[in-house]
C-alpha cells in the first residue's frame, strides 16, 4: 500500500470511528484519543489529515455531496425535477448522517458544505450572486424542512384536518414539477462540480 493509499485508510478509519462515537455521545464529549483509539492510529495521524473533531465531520459532508454531483453529472438531462429528484434520494439514503447531525447540533456543517458547494461566490456579478443565493438558500431551507418532517412528501397528504398523510421517502417527480419556477428557470448549476478557489 502506498503513501496515498495508506492515507486515505487512515483518513477513512478516522471518519468512521468519529460517526461511531457520535451514535453515543456528543462531539463535545469526545476527545481526539478516543477517536484514535477507535480508529486504532496514532494521534499524529489524526492531526497530519484533520484540524479538529469538527474538520473530520465536515471534510465527509463535503466529499459525500461532491460523489453526488459528480454521480448525477454523469447521467443528468438538465430537468429541474430531475436533478431535485437525485438530489433528495441522495439524502435519504444518507438519512442516517443527517439525522445524527441534527440531533447532535451538527447542521450547520451540512449547511456550511452546501453552502461552499454552491452557494454565491463573490466572483459572480451581483445579479448573478443574488439568483444563486436564492436557490442555494432556498433548497437548503427546503431539504431542512424536509428533514424536520421525517423526510416526507406532501403526495397524499390531506392536511391537518385530521386525515392520515401517505409517507414518502422524498419528494416526487409531480411534486417537484408543480414547484418548478413557471419562467422554467434550470437551476442544474446547483449539481455542477464545485470549482476550487
Not at 9 to 36: F, G, K, N, P, W
Not at 69 to 79: C, L, P
Not at 137 to 165: D, F, K, L, N, V
Amino acid at each position: 500500500m502506498g503513501n496515498r493509499e495508506r492515507n486515505t485508510y487512515v483518513m477513512e478509519r478516522i471518519t468512521r470511528a468519529t460517526l461511531c462515537l457520535l451514535e453515543d455521545h456528543e462531539l463535545s464529549d469526545i476527545s481526539v484519543s478516543q477517536i484514535c483509539q477507535t480508529a486504532q492510529v496514532s494521534r499524529n495521524s489524526f492531526y497530519r489529515n484533520f484540524e479538529s473533531r469538527e474538520d473530520v465531520l465536515a471534510r465527509h459532508i463535503s466529499a459525500l455531496l461532491e460523489s453526488w454531483s459528480e454521480a448525477y453529472q454523469g447521467r443528468a438531462t438538465g430537468s429541474n425535477a430531475e436533478m431535485y429528484g437525485s438530489l433528495f434520494a441522495f439524502l435519504k439514503k444518507n438519512a442516517g448522517l443527517l439525522l445524527l447531525l441534527k440531533r447532535r447540533g451538527l447542521f450547520h456543517l451540512f449547511e456550511r458544505a452546501f453552502m461552499e458547494n454552491w452557494g454565491p461566490k463573490a466572483e459572480l456579478e451581483n445579479v448573478a450572486a443574488y439568483t444563486v443565493a436564492f436557490v442555494s438558500y432556498g433548497t437548503y431551507g427546503w431539504i431542512e424542512e424536509w428533514i424536520a418532517r421525517g423526510m416526507h412528501g406532501s403526495h397524499g397528504s390531506r392536511g391537518s384536518h385530521g386525515q392520515e398523510s401517505a409517507p414518502l421517502t422524498s419528494p416526487t417527480t409531480t411534486e417537484l414539477r408543480t414547484a418548478e419556477p413557471a419562467r422554467k428557470t434550470n437551476w442544474a448549476f446547483l449539481s455542477e462540480k464545485p470549482s476550487r478557489a
